[in-house]
């Protein structure tokens, strides 16, 4: 049975706390923390105080590495370099928390989707990451999961392959074929995607998505009668991933997302 997640991030300041309540209340199991400097070492609240704030509502914790100025998949191997020295540091810190997974992006800002020729050094990149991170996170005892941001499925499969799991994220997938092949290649996309990364799911990221004009934005709220959420719904049964989280940050009008306002989804993929 897979466990339902809720995402906090330093940004929510002190109302992570009641955010934190709601989501026990709202029938979540975990919460992710999204590690956005000055976490996990400095910062009001404390990543320490988060944790155990987290723990005492008898929910478990997943960790989102930092993907700001992280670059781990820069064909500029000092980028690169730099980029796992700093997930390094951070790992060893967040090692000393009971977690259930840490998921990173293997990101580079290269126009992958536009010069074909780079991808494979792109690919290679972070491949070399990926073997590195995993590396250091059995090390620390720690499950190292890739989440796939821009890259095609056949990209993502060879990255993907050198972690001990994947997290899927399905907004990601949404956006990234709506911008190379149009709205109405979604579907079949998704259900390429669903299919390919059958048994190496471990955890899905999952947001609605709300389409304006030649843009589409993820991480808005979501309900039992969005389409791609019952096409994820379908797949659940053989997927058969350990952690789907929500991954929503916006809510009504310019406030953030509260727990309470997925209880409907939450219902809805619990009766799958």
């Known amino acids: 049975m897979h466990k339902l997640g809720f995402p906090v991030w330093y940004g929510y300041g002190f109302e992570i706390s009641r955010i934190i309540e709601e989501a026990r209340d709202t029938g979540f199991d975990y919460i992710e923390v999204s590690i956005d400097h000055p976490w996990p070492r400095g910062g009001e609240p404390s990543l320490d105080e988060v944790v155990r704030l987290i723990k005492g509502s008898g929910l478990s914790t997943g960790f989102h590495a930092p993907?700001?100025?992280?670059?781990?998949s820069s064909p500029f191997e000092e980028v690169?370099?730099?980029?796992?020295?700093?997930?390094?540091?951070?790992?060893?810190?967040?090692?000393?928390?009971?977690?259930?997974y840490l998921v990173a992006h293997l990101s580079t800002d290269q126009a992958i989707d536009r010069i074909y020729e780079i991808r494979d050094e792109v690919v290679e990149a972070a491949v070399k990451s990926a073997e590195t991170l995993a590396?250091?996170?059995?090390?620390?005892?720690?499950?190292?999961?890739?989440?796939?941001?821009?890259?095609?499925?056949?990209?993502?499969?060879?990255?993907?392959?050198?972690?001990?799991?994947?997290?899927?994220?399905?907004?990601?997938?949404?956006?990234?074929?709506?911008?190379?092949?149009?709205?109405?290649?979604?579907?079949?996309?998704?259900?390429?995607?669903?299919?390919?990364?059958?048994?190496?799911?471990?955890?899905?990221?999952?947001?609605?998505?709300?389409?304006?004009?030649?843009?589409v934005r993820d991480h808005q709220l979501t309900n039992s009668s969005d389409r791609y959420l019952r096409i994820l719904r379908g797949h659940l049964g053989e997927l058969r991933p350990r952690y789907i989280l929500f991954e929503v940050f916006d809510?009504?009008?310019?406030?953030?997302?509260?727990?309470?306002?997925?209880?409907d989804a939450l219902r809805f993929i619990r009766s799958s």
Not at 67 to 72: G, K, M, Q
Not at 155 to 163: P, V
């Open 80 to 100: 690169r370099e730099a980029s796992v020295k700093v997930f390094e540091k951070i790992a060893l810190d967040l090692s000393v928390h009971e977690c259930d």
């Open 135 to 215: 590396e250091i996170c059995r090390g620390l005892g720690i499950m190292f999961l890739v989440e796939n941001v821009r890259e095609d499925l056949e990209m993502f499969e060879r990255i993907a392959s050198r972690a001990d799991g994947v997290c899927l994220d399905i907004g990601h997938v949404i956006i990234s074929t709506y911008k190379g092949y149009g709205r109405g290649n979604i579907d079949a996309e998704l259900e390429r995607w669903l299919t390919s990364l059958r048994g190496r799911v471990v955890a899905i990221h999952y947001s609605g998505v709300k389409f304006d004009g030649k843009y």
């Open 67 to 72: 993907w700001r100025d992280l670059r781990l």
């Open 251 to 263: 809510g009504v009008g310019e406030e953030h997302a509260w727990p309470r306002q997925l209880a």
